[in-house]
């Protein structure tokens, strides 16, 4: 199994999500992102992702050594608009 640190795997049995986590912490500043198995189409595939976007966070670090909130936000200024797959959307009004 490749590294897991900064990502750490949900698999509750009574809740709506299942999915992996990445966390890193700088300074006192947190990123985070969720990466749901059924948005990325199964376990390994949202592992997948997950291991990308904590890459590419940690070599943002590295870019901004000493600004950790500059490296934090752009990677969430990449982030996508919505964590529902396009047309999945709840609407406004939806007991969802």
Known sequence: MKNM???TRFT???????????TLCRNQLHFTRYFPDKQYGGEAA???AAVAV??????????????PARA??????????????KGLRPGKGSAA
Not at 12 to 22: D, L
Not at 54 to 67: F, I, S
């Open 12 to 22: 509750y049995e009574f809740t709506s999500f299942q999915g992996w986590r990445v």
């Open 46 to 48: 949202s592992f997948e």
């Open 72 to 85: 934090f936000a752009e990677c969430r200024d990449a982030a996508p608009a919505s964590l529902y797959p």
């Open 54 to 67: 904590r890459n590419k966070v940690l070599a943002k670090l590295r870019e901004y050594p000493g600004d």
């Open 5 to 7: 640190r900064n990502i």
